[in-house]
Nanobody, 123 residues
Framework: VQLQASGGGLVQAGGSLRLSCAAS????????MGWFRQAPGKEREFVAA????????FNTDSVKGRFTISRDNAKNTVYLQMNNLKPEDTAVYYC?????????????????WGQGTQVTVSS
């Protein structure tokens, strides 16, 4: 599967952005989907994951209550709604697809990656 992330940009603290990740191929609904981010000089960090049907989600603690992951299998797209953004959310955000049965936070469990989209939050 090929992934194309979009929706990043520059926003002031407290603002919102919605990231999208469009997938090609016919098997999108068989993949667990995740969002990761990587800030300059830091390791890649798990943000959120959503199960195959969209019924189960899992967020890292630092974004709970602010970020929401969802998917639309009819559109082969996964979303990350980001509200109340903070400067520490600044990073390149990547979507990923994993051929697993459980939600995963470890990057090495995901087989396919998008190209990344930059999110910059100004204070």
């Amino acid at each position: 599967v090929q992934l194309q992330a979009s929706g990043g940009g520059l926003v002031q603290a407290g603002g919102s952005l919605r990231l999208s990740c469009a997938a090609s191929g016919r098997s999108f609904s068989t993949y667990v989907m995740g969002w990761f981010r990587q800030a300059p000089g830091k390791e890649r960090e798990f943000v959120a994951a959503v199960g195959r049907s969209g019924g189960s989600t899992f967020n890292t603690d630092s974004v709970k209550g602010r970020f929401t992951i969802s998917r639309d299998n009819a559109k082969n797209t996964v979303y990350l709604q980001m509200n109340n953004l903070k400067p520490e959310d600044t990073a390149v955000y990547y979507c990923a697809a994993g051929d697993t049965t459980a939600l995963q936070r470890y990057w090495y469990t995901y087989s396919f990656w998008g190209q990344g989209t930059q999110v910059t939050v100004s204070s």
